[in-house]
Nanobody, 127 residues
């Protein structure tokens, strides 16, 4: 069992930056591929970024590529999402998720493959 808790959301002006953190409970954090998803009002949850167990491989949605960076610190059981050049279209509740994977370099993109989810943190970007 893994419990996830996001933090770092808030209100920011267009062009600004935020860094989200997701802290995981338990001793097996390095066994999980991690991902960030977001859901805006009236829209489906969508993939944002993912990182492999090792941290060496990452993947991004086209809409955030070159603006967002996902990283992890296995010693701190934490995954991060650095968000730069934020746009009003980035406004959403952001969720982190954990997927149990065997291959340490695998990056999980599909929400259906994730086993655990956090409660989410609100990010609002004003124009």
């Amino acid at each position: 069992q893994v419990q996830l808790g996001e933090s770092g959301g808030g209100l920011v002006q267009s062009g600004g930056s935020l860094k989200l953190s997701c802290a995981a409970s338990g001793r097996t954090f390095s066994s999980y591929g991690m991902g960030w998803f977001r859901q805006a009002p009236g829209r489906e949850r969508e993939f944002v970024a993912a990182i492999s167990r090792s941290g060496s491989n990452t993947a991004y949605a086209d809409s955030v590529k070159d603006r967002f960076t996902i990283s992890r610190d296995n010693a701190k059981n934490t995954v991060y999402l650095q968000m730069n050049s934020l746009k009003p279209g980035d406004t959403a509740v952001y969720y982190c998720a954990a997927a149990r994977v065997e291959y340490i370099y695998a990056v999980v993109i599909s929400a259906y493959e994730y086993d655990y989810w956090g409660q989410g943190t609100q990010v609002t970007v004003s124009s």
